[in-house]
């Protein structure tokens, strides 16, 4: 296992603690939170169902017989468990990279707490410098890019592509990638991201913010609370 495997692991590992027998669950996307299911599953912990934010995970969970509800089948989840691409002091997030951003922020906001769980490498002081990912209608792409683009003269938006098409989110969008932001202020740039025409999902998690974060460091398990 790769050093920041073995980081993920451990902050997988943690969060399984933070959780009771019984809980609704939440359940994010991604390598780390792979990590987590893998460890919900070798723990035996029962917990009452899942909601899940996206298709690859709701696969992994009930491979492994952890049962998954639809997000309209659980009135409130106890905790949503997700990874991030970044994560500031305030507890907010990029996140996206794994483009499911829309039912990520959808099952966040279902629940009464997010634990964020990333290795030191996601630890910023500034969000931008991972680009930020977009859900957007496909109409809208080409008029968002230039919105974002009039943002700075060093801000660059791309189509995400997949062997030569746009790549097709679990919702049937399109995604953007924006580089060369500096988000001074997460809360107001998603706010105004947001109501922009075409916008499905801007993956700044400022109003979403995480409640708790288990940082995996050389050394051990930082625990972070907002
Ligand atoms: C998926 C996400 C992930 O949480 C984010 O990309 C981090 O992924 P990983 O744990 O693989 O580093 O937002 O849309």
């Not at 746009?166 to 932001?181: C, E």
Request: proline letters at 4%; hydrophobic letters at 45%; one cysteine or more.
């Amino acid at each position: 296992m790769s050093p920041q495997d073995s980081l993920k692991a451990q902050v997988a590992q943690a969060a399984l603690s933070l959780i009771g027998p019984g809980a609704w669950l939440g359940v994010g996307t991604g390598s780390t939170v792979n990590f987590f299911i893998d460890a919900l599953a070798a723990s035996g912990l029962k917990v009452a169902g899942t909601v899940s934010s996206s298709e690859a995970s709701s696969a992994r969970l009930k491979q492994l017989g952890i049962p998954v509800f639809a997000s309209h089948e659980v009135a409130e989840l106890d905790v949503y468990v997700d990874g991030a691409d970044e994560i500031e002091s305030h507890g907010y997030m990029i996140k996206g990279g794994g483009a499911a951003l829309t039912r990520e922020k959808i099952v966040a906001a279902q629940s009464k707490q997010f634990i964020c769980i990333a290795d030191e490498s996601k630890w910023v002081q500034t969000l931008g410098a991972f680009p930020l990912p977009v859900e957007v209608i496909p109409m809208a792409a080409a008029r968002l890019i230039q919105c974002f683009e009039s943002l700075g003269s060093g801000v660059k938006a791309s189509l995400r592509m997949k062997e030569g098409k746009p790549w097709v989110t679990d919702n049937a969008q399109h995604l953007l990638d924006v580089r060369g932001l500096q988000i001074q202020d997460p809360l107001a740039f998603e706010s105004l991201v947001s109501q922009w025409p075409g916008v499905v999902t801007v993956g700044v998690f400022a109003h979403q913010k995480a409640n708790v974060c288990l940082l995996g460091t050389a050394h051990g398990v930082k625990t972070f609370y907002f």
